[in-house]
């Protein structure tokens, strides 16, 4: 059974920047998703997808995240981490991992129907 498990949300000002981690289990020996990403869900907002990294290391990051998020994974470690720089306001969301052993494509965005594996979220907060 994979688990996913995120922790480093926190609170900040505008900004700042946050290393969001998210810890893989349940894999066996040398076993990878096809893909890994970060979703994130404000108060009264639909979920959306961040960013993503599929085997090989191609990503995919959303239009409001670009160069200031980046993905990354530690295979040997089993983790995904989102750090996040430049903090704004509209930032402010509980952030979610998510993971696919499936092969999928993106179209226009990331679609929460692609992904199989979900961890309980982690919360950012970015005040000004």
């Known amino acids: 059974q994979v688990q996913l498990v995120e922790s480093g949300g926190d609170s900040v000002e505008v900004g700042g920047s946050l290393r969001l981690s998210c810890a893989a289990s349940?894999?066996?020996?040398?076993?990878?998703?096809?893909?890994m990403a970060w979703f994130r869900q404000a108060p009264g907002k639909e979920r959306e997808g961040v960013a993503a990294?599929?085997?090989?290391?191609?990503?995919y990051y959303d239009e409001s995240v670009k160069d200031r998020f980046t993905i990354s994974q530690d295979n040997a470690k089993n983790t995904l981490y989102l750090q996040m720089n430049s903090l704004k306001p509209e930032d402010t969301a509980m952030y979610y991992c998510a993971a696919e052993d499936f092969p999928f494509k993106v179209h226009s965005r990331l679609e929460e129907t692609d992904f199989g594996y979900w961890g309980q979220g982690t919360q950012v907060t970015v005040s000004s």
């Open positions: 990294i599929f085997t090989g290391g191609s990503t």
């Open positions: 349940g894999y066996s020996d040398g076993g990878r998703p096809y893909c």
